[in-house]
């Protein structure tokens, strides 16, 4: 499934990708954020194409001016979920930020998530300390529900963590 924006193509990760996600997901400003470590070498970004970027509904944003993957975002199952409730996920290349370009590729796939998917609730989260992503989940009217400390396993880092959520009942009557 592919999914189009004005500026972006949201479409799977493929393995010819890998050059691509590395250049991105090496970046400590990038994946620590989102609770991985940052890529060590294009041999690991290969293998995380297959691994971990494979999940249903996970896209490589690709950039149409370029035709270039510079960054991902995912609707998954997330530790608060209901049954059919997902979270959305979100990463960009820092080259990249601060055109708008994720809130446009995240409004996107809050859309796909009620419409497509009919999803009835999307949660999202961000670090206290990610304005940014904060920014991102106001603009989309997610409503702040609960914050929480958390161990990102992977960085061994404790972190508190704001938890929101938006219906898909609210997104149909336009509320928010
Ligand atoms: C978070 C991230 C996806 C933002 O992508 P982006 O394309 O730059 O986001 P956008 O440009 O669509 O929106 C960012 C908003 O934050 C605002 N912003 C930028 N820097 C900011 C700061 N230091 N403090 C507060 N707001 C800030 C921007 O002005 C913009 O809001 P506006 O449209 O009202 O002006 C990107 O920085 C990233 O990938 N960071 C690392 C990974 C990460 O944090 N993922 C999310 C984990 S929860």
């Given amino acids: 499934m592919n999914l189009n924006t004005n500026r972006l193509l949201l479409r799977p990760w493929r393995q010819e990708d890998a050059d691509a996600l590395y ?16 890529h060590r ?3 690991e970004s290969r293998r995380i194409i297959l691994t971990v970027l494979n999940g249903e509904h996970t896209f490589a944003l690709v950039l149409k001016e370029t035709q270039e993957p510079v960054g991902c975002a995912s609707l998954f199952r997330g530790a608060v979920c209901a049954e059919q409730d997902l979270e959305l996920g979100y990463w960009l290349g820092r080259p990249l930020w601060g055109q708008g370009l994720m809130t446009e590729a995240a409004r996107r796939l809050v859309k796909y998530g009620f419409s497509q998917l009919e999803c009835p609730r999307i949660w999202c989260a961000h670090a206290v300390s990610n304005a940014r992503s904060r920014r991102i989940i106001e603009k989309l009217r997610f409503r702040q529900e609960f914050l929480r400390e958390e161990v990102a396993p992977a960085i061994g880092e404790r972190r508190l963590i704001y938890y929101y959520s ?3 009942e609210e997104e149909r009557r336009g509320e928010g």
């Fill in 23 to 38: 250049k991105y997901a090496s970046d400590p400003a990038v994946g620590p954020a989102c609770g991985w470590v940052p």
């Fill in 41 to 43: 070498n294009r041999e």
């Fill in 166 to 168: 938006r219906f898909r």
